[in-house]
């Protein structure tokens, strides 16, 4: 499965909390293509992926505009932690 990971207005304590994962981390990183994750990988844009895990709220027309482009991109958008589940 292709994946994208990004992120809005957050404090990143999703990524970080994913990157303690250890072996799982290991398992998904096996299991699946990341072809998008700014602090996992390098680079610059997303492509079409299969699922795009969003972490962070939209604050701003940027955040809004990256958002739907995202969604856009994706076959399944899932809202990663309280940020972007609740704003």
């Known amino acids: 499965m292709r994946v994208a990971i990004f992120s809005l207005s957050s404090c990143q304590g999703c ?5 303690s994962l250890e072996e799982y981390l290991y398992t998904f990183i096996d ?3 990341i072809s998008y994750a700014p602090f996992l990988i390098d680079e610059k844009e ?3 992926v299969d699922l795009a895990l969003v972490e962070g709220t939209v604050r701003n027309g940027e955040q809004f505009r990256r958002a739907r482009d995202m969604r856009e991109k994706a076959d399944k958008l899932v809202a990663l932690g309280t940020c972007a589940c609740y704003g």
């Open 15 to 19: 990524q970080i909390l994913f990157l």
């Open 46 to 48: 997303p492509q079409q």
């Open 31 to 33: 299991e699946n293509n």
